[in-house]
């Protein structure tokens, strides 16, 4: 997989830190070259996250998204990860192209217009269905929401995701990558 250096450095920082740190939850390596590529097979302008944590998921993104010429709107309630997640950003030299939200992603996914792309649920279990039901509605026909953990977290996300199985609107299957994802796409 051929990145800048910036942000192939970045990557690589955060992927050794995660060795260090009890509260770094981010998706495995593997994990972010699926969302990377997804992003470009959609030429994804506008990506949706919630739940930043230290930015790494955000790297594959904005590489995407530097290609695409398209903004990453990221959401985390923390704000030790928020700091740390915009100075990676900018390290990066993906500043201008990820948008930083410190706060709870149930008052400020309503204030992100769409239409959106591609929306990526890493936070809250419990909240993952108002998260979905916020986002849907911005989600344009043949885009899609992604939420981690489908397999690593199957029996908590069992009910949101036999929920999301039985949409008419949608087609959702999981992935078993990393730590699993839970792809919904938008069909109508």
Same mark, same amino acid.
């Given at each position: 997989?051929?990145?800048?250096?910036?942000?192939? !450095?970045?990557?690589?920082? =955060?992927?050794?830190? !995660?060795?260090?740190?009890?509260?770094?939850?981010? /998706?495995? !390596? +593997?994990?972010?070259?699926?969302?990377?590529? /997804?992003?470009?097979?959609?030429?994804?302008?506008l /990506? +949706?996250? +919630?739940?930043?944590?230290?930015?790494?998921?955000?790297?594959?993104?904005?590489?995407? =998204?530097?290609r695409?010429?398209?903004? =990453?709107?990221?959401?985390?309630?923390?704000?030790?990860?928020?700091?740390?997640?915009?100075?990676?950003?900018?390290?990066?030299?993906?500043?201008?192209?990820?948008?930083?939200? =410190?706060?709870?992603?149930?008052?400020?996914?309503?204030?992100?217009?769409?239409?959106i792309?591609?929306?990526? /649920?890493?936070?809250?279990?419990?909240?993952?269905?108002?998260?979905?039901?916020?986002?849907?509605?911005?989600?344009?026909v043949?885009?899609?929401?992604?939420?981690?953990?489908?397999?690593?977290?199957?029996?908590?996300?069992?009910? *949101?995701?036999? *929920?999301?199985?039985? !949409?008419?609107?949608?087609t959702?299957?999981? +992935?078993?990558?990393?730590?699993?994802?839970?792809?919904?796409?938008?069909?109508?």
């Open positions: 997989m051929q990145f800048e250096t910036d942000i192939l !450095r970045s990557i690589d920082e =955060l992927d050794q830190a !995660r060795k260090n740190r009890d509260d770094h939850w981010q /998706i495995p !390596r +593997v994990e972010g070259e699926l969302l990377h590529h /997804i992003a470009l097979a959609a030429n994804a302008k /990506i +949706v996250e +919630v739940g930043t944590s230290y930015g790494f998921s955000g790297l594959f993104w904005g590489a995407a =998204l530097k695409t010429g398209g903004k =990453l709107h990221t959401i985390d309630v923390s704000q030790k990860k928020y700091d740390s997640s915009r100075a990676t950003f900018a390290q990066a030299g993906l500043a201008n192209v990820v948008v930083n939200h =410190l706060g709870d992603a149930k008052d400020l996914l309503p204030t992100i217009p769409g239409p792309d591609l929306a990526f /649920i890493d936070a809250d279990k419990p909240a993952c269905r108002a998260y979905f039901d916020t986002l849907w509605p911005k989600i344009r043949g885009g899609a929401i992604i939420t981690d953990n489908a397999t690593t977290h199957r029996s908590e996300l069992a009910p *949101y995701i036999q *929920y999301l199985r039985e !949409r008419t609107d949608a959702s299957v999981e +992935v078993a990558l990393g730590n699993g994802i839970e792809w919904t796409i938008k069909t109508r």
